[in-house]
């Protein structure tokens, strides 16, 4: 029953996203709605404090949410209920960041290669073009080597 509150507790201790946008530690202007990319690759501390970004993703020590023993020489063996729904959230939230990274990354991508499309097309009518320029060109010059042969070959007769 007490690991139910704890972990229920910590899933709304979460900001939303308009909370992170608008708490943000930053002094960043940033557009109505838009997160920096520092806000947006952060995730918060489940514990209530906002210690920034983190590089190693580990809690540094921090022991909050926590059961210690009462004895000193004994150690808890598994994580606590909390910490683990802690771990989760913190995975899902940088989950959520690394897809939406991705997104962007696919749609950069889709954008180049739209951009190389019409550059291409734009070559392909060009050569085209001057493909068939080069064979009516052809077929001229051999239609007056026809005739000039055709003229040599009776003024010999």
Known sequence: MQDQATSSMAASSLPSSSERSSSSALNLEVKEGMESDDEIRRVPEIG???????????????????????????????????????????????????????RERKKAYLTDLEVRVKELETSNAELEERLSTMQNENQMLRQILKNTTAGLQEGRK
């Open 48 to 102: 209530g404090e906002a210690t920034g970004p983190t590089t190693s993703g580990r809690n540094g020590g921090s022991t909050t949410g926590t059961a210690q023993p009462s004895s000193g020489s004994t150690k808890k063996r598994g994580r606590s209920p909390a910490d683990k729904e802690n771990k989760r959230l913190k995975r899902l939230l940088r989950n959520r960041v690394s897809a939406q990274q991705a």
